[in-house]
């Protein structure tokens, strides 16, 4: 096997699981990738995402005593997503915000949540989360990045979380979140008081039903559109008390725990974009005859192909190197760090740039024929640019690198 150098950080049982979903890629991604964007009311991405159900990665990070497999691993989730990616990054966001919906409720250990809606995600019916974070900015800044912006400790967060006897009542507003307006649960990220900050940050689980839930037009984005994302309304939204991950400070370091690993993985989706556009130009540039030779037997075209390949490798090592260190946290520390937040944004940054560079190089070198549908690498290119701009963003990422090194005093 050509990439089996990877088995520094792969197991036997990521390669068995990587290669169940190459193949799953290739027999039903693959064929319809190109009717994606004009899938509106997502019958093929819900045919595929039952088709990802029916494989058992829904159930897989639940705990066995719930139906699950307590999957855990950073390292394959990074797997999974680079090759989900490699065939429909929209789909593979679909399928895996899900999880990270869920992941604070199964770092807690929350029974209430678990025992009410677990059952319905283990089981054999596609079930879709959502982790609902971002807010739109107001006239004074907030929104956006500042919610995520962990040093502002949950300060500009709006949506508000009060105790009203045994329930919490939910008002704000919600923008942009993958699988909003479709999803099934939601874990909304919210504050108790925007003044306490770290201690006010409050993860609390919301059924799609719940009384008071209004939701925004469906957004007509480059691409991405296997993820539905509508802007989400909460006006006096009820919910039990139980259903708060799980409390003051704790809730705080699940969100920061997001923000880690949901910086690794989108870098990983990256690298699967890059993969996938590095495949389609490969082959292209070996068909392709220019001026007597095909275009990979031009020193210039080799050249660029080289660049790609040795973006799309660094990428993979890092995202793999940051996995294996949140997997390994007796040696270098708890996953939600300032620390492993540099190393993932790292991974992230470097992989977001990199895809957007190989999808553009890969263009070039097939001409009129990487911009049109039918060669699927303008999709890509168009999949990719949002990595860059989610989870951070270009700029707030690049902070979150230096802060892993020195005090930077913003
Ligand atoms: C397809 C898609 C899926 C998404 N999925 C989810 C999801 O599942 N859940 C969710 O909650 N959100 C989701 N988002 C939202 C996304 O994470 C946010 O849009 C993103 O974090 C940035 O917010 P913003 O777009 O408002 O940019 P802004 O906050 O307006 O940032 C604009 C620019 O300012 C920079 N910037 C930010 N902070 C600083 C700073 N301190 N100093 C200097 N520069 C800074 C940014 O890096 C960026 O370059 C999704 C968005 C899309 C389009």
Redesign the pocket.
Known sequence: MPDQYLDVFLTKEDFMMRDMLRGFVDKEMMPVRQQIDEDKDHVIVRRILQGLTDLGLQKSPFPPEYGGMGAKSAVSAGILHEELSRGDS?IC?ACN?TG?AWIPAIAANNKAVLDRFAPEFTGKELRMG?????E??GPHGG???????L?LQGRKIRTIAKLEGDEWVLNGQ???????GVADLYCM?CTTDPNLGDEGIALIYVPKDAKGISYGKD?H?AG?AG?K?HSMFLENVRVPKEWRAAGPKIDAELFHNNCVI?RLVTAAMAVGQAQGAFETVLKYTGDRIVADKPIRQHSIGAGILADMAIGIETARWSYLAAAWMYDHPEQYGPPMSQYMLSKTSIAKVYAADMAVSVTNKAMELMGSFGYVREYDVEKYWRDCK?IQ???????????DVCRGYYDLN?
């Not at 701009?389 to 902070?399: P, T």
């Open positions: 929209g966001t915000v990270w959502c982790f609902n974070m971002t739109p900015g929104g956006g990045c500042d919610i995520e912006n040093n919600k923008m942009w979140a993958s699988n909003c990220v957004e984005k991405m993820d994302n949901g949002i701009l989610w989870e951070g963003g270009a700029q707030l990422g690049r902070l913003l």
